[in-house]
């Protein structure tokens, strides 16, 4: 099943670009949908079984990292939702989470030369201000990992600030949230390298519980928030094809799209391609085939 938007009668529907949320008081609950984006819109064609992969990666990790998340459960069964509620759609795409006041900023960390990173470097030999020696190529792995944070936009592109930036805008929990993601991070990669998979780069949101702990919020390590590349295809001087969405902002830069109207529809074989893609992404980091 295709999903590309709810209306579960919950109250008002916060509609994200892959995301329907769900106001539940003390809860909320976030269905992912196959909706796709590129260059700051949706596409108007899905991609079949993306929430559920994106879902799937999603609990897979936030288990395994054994750190402080937001995630209760994604068995709809047990969410307690009202007797009316429709489960079969939202069955393997759904969170049941806590609430939290989410931290203003993406905690990104780079661990490989790609995308905006790469475009930097090209220009001025940094990455988000910071010095890199000379001579990497294209999709080479940096000397150490970097933490490069940034605005969330609620429309449009983030924008890369620097660790100062962020420090003075949140305080001393800056130094706790570089710390996290790149422990993180550096334990992920190595999880994904055993397993054929360079975790290039990812992003990362926190939040604050009502305590005041800081846990690990929306969705971790999946194809939407990381560049995946096949493990054979990295270090060669280029940037490899990616287990994400990568493919489909590609097809689009060859089309005569100019960004600035509505997308064209995605051909059937851009779009099993890149179901393929998310779906591998899933089979190599957890050993198993997404369940049917």
């Known amino acids: 099943m295709t999903l590309l938007h709810t209306d579960l009668g919950l109250g008002p529907v916060h509609r994200g670009k892959v995301r329907d949320c769900y106001d539940l008081g ?12 590129a260059f700051d819109w ?39 939702l009202p007797a009316a509620t429709n489960l079969e759609p939202l069955a393997g795409r759904s969170m049941l989470v ?62 890369n600030v620097s660790y ?23 334990r992920a990669a190595e999880y994904a390298a055993e397993r054929g998979i360079v975790l290039a780069d990812t992003k990362f949101e926190f939040g604050q519980a009502d305590n005041g702990q800081l846990i690990l919020v929306d969705e971790v390590l999946t194809p939407d928030s990381s560049r995946f590349w096949p493990q054979e295809e990295a270090g060669h001087g280029q940037v490899p094809s990616s287990f994400d969405k990568q ?11 100019d960004k600035s109207s509505p997308p ?19 089979r190599r980091l957890t050993g198993q085939e997404l369940p049917v």
């Open 164 to 186: 100062e930036v962020m420090h003075e805008a949140v305080g001393p929990i800056a130094d706790t949230l570089r710390a996290q993601s790149l422990d993180i991070y550096c």
């Open 42 to 80: 949706i596409l108007p064609t899905p991609i079949p079984d993306k929430g559920r992969v994106l879902t799937a990666i999603s609990s897979f990790w936030f288990s395994w990292l054994g750190v402080e998340h937001h995630l209760i459960t994604t068995d709809v069964e047990s969410m307690d």
């Open 98 to 159: 806590r609430k939290a006041r989410v931290v203003p900023f993406e905690c990104v960390v780079r661990g490989w030369l790609a995308g905006s990173g790469l475009k930097e470097y090209r220009e001025a030999g940094t990455v988000c201000g910071i010095q890199l020696p000379a001579g990497l190529r294209p999709g080479d792995r940096l000397p150490e990992p970097i933490f490069t944070p940034a605005t969330k936009a609620t429309s449009g592109h983030d924008e």
């Open 264 to 282: 064209p529809p995605l051909p059937e074989e851009i779009v099993a391609e890149t179901r393929r893609k998310y779906l591998e992404a899933y």
């Open 26 to 37: 003390d809860r909320m609950l976030i269905v992912s949908t196959d909706r796709i984006s």
């Open 247 to 257: 493919f489909v902002r590609d097809w689009l830069e060859g089309t005569d799209w």
